[in-house]
C-alpha cells in the first residue's frame, strides 16, 4: 500500500488533547471530529486527501479516547508515521483504519514537503532519505485495507479464531 502527500510535521508527546480538543466530544459526528482535528496545536491544519503527519516520540498520548484516531483519518490523512506511538493510539488507529508506521524521519521533512510511505514494507521515502521504519505484521495490514477493524470482521467473520468460529456455527 502507497500513501503520497504532503507533510504536517509535529514534535514528541503530540496527545490526544491536541488532535481532537475535549470540548468536541459531545458528538458522535465524525465530520466534527475532522474539521477540529489538530486544532489544539495547530489551527492552520487543513489536510489534503493522502497528507502525511511526521511527528515524534510518543504521538497520540494522553487518554485513550478513538475519537482523536478517528478525527485525523476523516480529516483525510493518508498516514502518520512518528518515531514511537504511544500504545492506545495504536491500537486506535488500527481499529478506525488509520495507516501508521513508526519510523524515525522527523529529521529529514519539512512542512509541505512531498513524502512517500510504503506501508507493507514500512519505507518513508523523502526528499534527502529513505527510511527504514517498522513493518506492521501481515494481520494488521490487512484490517487497515479492510478499512478497520469492523470492516474487516464483516469481510472475514471467520478469522476471528477457534472459539468465535465454534459460536457461528450455532
Known amino acids: ?13 503530540i496527545n490526544t488533547d491536541l488532535i481532537i480538543p475535549g470540548k468536541y466530544l459531545r458528538t458522535t459526528d465524525v ?7 489538530m486544532e489544539g496545536i495547530d489551527k492552520d491544519f487543513s489536510p489534503l486527501t493522502g497528507d502525511v503527519i511526521v511527528a515524534g516520540k510518543n504521538f497520540g498520548c ?17 498516514c502518520v508515521v512518528a518515531r514511537s506511538f504511544a500504545r492506545i493510539f495504536f491500537r486506535n488507529a488500527i ?4 495507516p501508521i508506521v513508526e519510523a524515525d524521519a522527523l ?30 505484521p501481515k494481520f494488521l495490514l490487512e484490517i487497515l485495507a479492510d478499512g478497520g477493524l469492523v470492516e474487516y470482521r464483516k469481510r472475514h467473520p471467520r478469522s476471528a ?3 468465535t468460529a465454534d459460536l457461528q456455527r450455532v
Open 62 to 78: 494522553g487518554s485513550s479516547r478513538e475519537q482523536a484516531a478517528l478525527a485525523l483519518k476523516h480529516a483525510k490523512i493518508g
Open 95 to 98: 481499529n478506525v483504519g488509520l
Open 107 to 136: 529529521d529529514f521533512v519539512d512542512k509541505g514537503d512531498e513524502i512517500e510511505v510504503d506501508l507493507s514494507a514500512g519505507l518513508v521515502i523523502t526528499r534527502t532519505r529513505v527510511v527504514q521504519g517498522s513493518k506492521l
Open 1 to 13: 500500500m502507497l500513501i503520497r502527500g504532503n507533510v504536517w510535521k509535529y514534535g514528541d508527546n
Open 31 to 37: 465530520s466534527v471530529f475532522a474539521e477540529h482535528a
Open 161 to 163: 479464531g477457534p472459539e
